[in-house]
């Protein structure tokens, strides 16, 4: 038999070759990538030079592009738009250190993105060393750049700081958002906390992007039993660097005293419940329609577990009223269709 003549140790010594030749091949992708980024800065940089010295002009460009293309005929990327970036990228990164070490490990359409979508370079380098902290592909990078992330991400009120120890605490703080953006969802005004609870579930991947990296989900509605009487958690989850449980509970109204209570209660419980020896505490997001501040701090002031409260964001549904006011989906296709009859007979 085949099987008998494998020798002690083969099936190790292949998967780490495996292991070996996948991650060969990763870092020999980034490299081509670095590389490919490294040309392009290049580029743009000489652009620039003889632009200064000489004074080139957008028809200079055009020429180079064509030129350029003419000699390199299966090299994509070298039309008149992108040398344009490629001049962009050059300004926008006035030394190659960065290029080599933060913005060259991204690729170059969302490099693009970077340079035209944000102009301060302190706030470009945070979103490049974001997106290759959390692999984001570049839809979900400008998602993240119109929604602000900066100025959300660690800006939820919370305890952290007297619940939890000092390493543990701070990583806590910057994992919470305020506000939290759910504009995947469209829910009425008068939606009820099942109807939200419900879009998230259905959108799951939209929310788990917007809670970040970290957080794997363990169940909705999740229950447990304390002294003979149910409970059932909004949304629980697990957090893998953190270590510990994160319970989220949702209000669709303006955050109260009374809740913060609650989510104490809950993280007391699983604690007791389901906390291993080796996991941290469980942490409390509290997501409220609105919330006032200074109640928020005064809620938490001797709450003892640890407990985030942030409001979200979501889009509402139009009104009845306004609704009858818009074409139907089958009145819009009639008229698509009577536009192209019109102009087939052009």
Same mark, same amino acid.
């Given at each position: 038999m085949v099987a008998d003549l494998i020798p002690a140790g083969y099936e190790s010594l292949l998967a780490d070759l495996k292991k070996r030749i996948k991650n060969a091949r990763v870092h020999a992708a980034l490299s081509v990538n670095r590389e490919l980024i490294i040309l392009y800065w290049q580029i743009g940089r000489s652009i620039l030079q003889r632009q200064g010295e000489e004074g080139w002009g957008s028809k200079v460009i055009e020429r180079l592009a064509n030129d350029l293309r003419r000699e390199f005929p299966d090299m994509k990327g070298l039309s008149r738009a992108n040398l344009f970036y490629m001049r962009a990228f050059a300004d926008a990164y006035p030394e190659v250190s960065i290029v080599q070490q933060l913005v060259g490990?991204?690729?170059? *359409? #969302?490099? !693009?993105?970077?340079?035209?979508?944000?102009?301060?370079?302190?706030?470009?380098?945070?979103?490049? *060393?974001? @997106?290759i902290e959390n692999g984001w592909s570049?839809?979900? +990078?400008?998602?993240?750049?119109?929604?602000?992330?900066?100025?959300?991400?660690?800006?939820?009120?919370?305890?952290?700081? #007297?619940?939890l120890p000092a390493p543990q605490s701070e990583l806590a703080q910057q994992i919470l958002k305020d506000p939290y953006n759910f504009d995947f969802l469209t829910l009425h005004e008068h939606a009820l906390e099942r109807d939200l609870q419900? *879009?998230?579930?259905?959108?799951?991947?939209?929310? +788990?992007?917007?809670?970040?990296?970290?957080?794997? /989900?363990?169940?909705?509605?999740?229950?447990?039993?304390?002294?003979?009487?149910?409970?059932?958690?909004?949304?629980?989850?697990? #957090?893998?660097?953190?270590? @510990?449980?994160?319970?989220?509970?949702?209000?669709?109204?303006?955050?109260?005293?009374?809740?913060?209570?609650?989510?104490? /209660?809950?993280?007391?419980? !699983?604690?007791?419940?389901?906390?291993? &020896?080796?996991?941290? &505490?469980?942490?409390?997001?509290?997501? @409220?329609?609105?919330?006032?501040?200074?109640? !928020?701090?005064?809620?938490l002031r001797d709450i003892h577990k640890p407990v985030?409260?942030?409001?979200?964001?979501?889009?509402?549904?139009?009104?009845?009223?306004?609704? *009858?006011?818009?074409?139907?989906?089958?009145?819009?296709?009639?008229?698509?269709g009577d536009l192209e009859e019109v102009g087939d007979d052009e």
């Open positions: 490990l991204l690729p170059w *359409g #969302h490099n !693009v993105t970077l340079i035209t979508k944000i102009k301060d370079p302190s706030l470009r380098e945070w979103y490049a *060393g974001a @997106c570049r839809a979900v +990078m400008l998602a993240q750049i119109e929604s602000s992330l900066h100025t959300r991400l660690g800006a939820a009120q919370n305890n952290f700081t #007297h619940t419900k *879009g998230l579930l259905a959108h799951l991947k939209d929310f +788990m992007l917007e809670l970040g990296v970290g957080f794997s /989900f363990v169940g909705s509605e999740y229950h447990l039993e304390v002294a003979g009487d149910d409970f059932y958690l909004d949304l629980l989850f697990y #957090h893998l660097k953190l270590r @510990c449980f994160v319970v989220v509970e949702l209000k669709m109204t303006e955050f109260k005293p009374e809740y913060a209570g609650k989510i104490n /209660f809950y993280l007391s419980a !699983v604690d007791d419940l389901l906390r291993h &020896p080796q996991d941290s &505490p469980a942490i409390g997001i509290l997501l @409220c329609k609105s919330k006032k501040r200074v109640i !928020v701090e005064y809620s985030g409260i942030s409001e979200y964001n979501f889009a509402q549904s139009l009104p009845d009223d306004l609704k *009858g006011s818009l074409p139907t989906i089958e009145e819009l296709e009639k008229e698509l």
